[in-house]
């Protein structure tokens, strides 16, 4: 299991001067909105007893009752995968009777990963999308070229 990277040049500013280097990014083919709850609740229907119906049931009725909790202002957290909560804000007023409900808002929800769920994610490993699928021909380089042979060669 490895995730997918691009290579990608970006301008780095840190140094006070603009240079440009070549960073890894995300690939870009990624599926926008990644692993739906039906195709969730298939990839869990394999490591567990229930059926992905089930499963597709519990992640709707676990999304609409995190929400119902934190709209009573508590915090939920998930054994294994991290705690969701909110932020609120609200304008600056001189006296406190004044900040009324109607004033304040949710400004953002958190979600906070448990350090466990964080450390096992950091631990997956990466691997570079060859640049011949991303690149144009005419910016390849002899020395990506000979990367993307060594790199076909290792997985071979």
Same mark, same amino acid.
């Given at each position: 299991?490895?995730?997918?990277?691009?290579?990608?040049?970006?301008?780095?500013? %840190?140094?006070?001067?603009?240079?440009?280097?070549?960073? #890894?990014?995300?690939?870009?083919?990624? !599926?926008?909105?990644?692993?739906?709850?039906?195709?969730?609740?298939?990839?869990?229907?394999? %490591?567990?007893?229930?059926?992905? $119906?089930?499963?597709?049931?519990?992640?709707?009725?676990?999304?609409?009752? *995190?929400?119902?909790?934190?709209?009573? $202002?508590?915090?939920? %957290? *998930?054994?294994?995968?991290?705690?969701?909560? %909110?932020?609120?804000?609200?304008?600056?007023? !001189?006296? +406190? !009777?004044?900040?009324?409900?109607?004033?304040?808002?949710?400004?953002?929800?958190?979600?906070?990963?448990?350090? !466990?769920?964080?450390?096992?994610?950091?631990? *997956?490993?990466?691997?570079?999308?060859?640049?011949?699928?991303?690149? +144009?021909?005419?910016?390849?380089?002899? #020395?990506?070229?000979?990367?993307?042979?060594?790199?076909?060669?290792?997985?071979?």
């Amino acid at each position: 299991m490895a995730v997918p990277y691009v290579v990608r040049k970006k301008a780095d500013l %840190t140094s006070g001067e603009r240079k440009e280097l070549w960073y #890894a990014v995300p690939k870009k083919v990624q !599926e926008r909105g990644g692993v739906k709850s039906k195709d969730l609740a298939l990839w869990m229907e394999k %490591t567990s007893g229930f059926h992905h $119906g089930q499963i597709e049931g519990m992640l709707s009725e676990l999304a609409y009752n *995190i929400q119902h909790l934190l709209s009573l $202002g508590k915090s939920v %957290t *998930i054994d294994g995968l991290g705690t969701f909560q %909110t932020a609120l804000t609200s304008p600056g007023f !001189e006296h +406190p !009777e004044q900040v009324t409900p109607g004033k304040v808002s949710v400004s953002r929800v958190y979600f906070v990963a448990q350090p !466990e769920f964080s450390r096992a994610v950091k631990k *997956i490993k990466c691997m570079r999308i060859p640049f011949k699928y991303y690149m +144009p021909e005419d910016q390849l380089t002899s #020395a990506m070229k000979k990367a993307d042979r060594e790199e076909e060669q290792t997985q071979e």
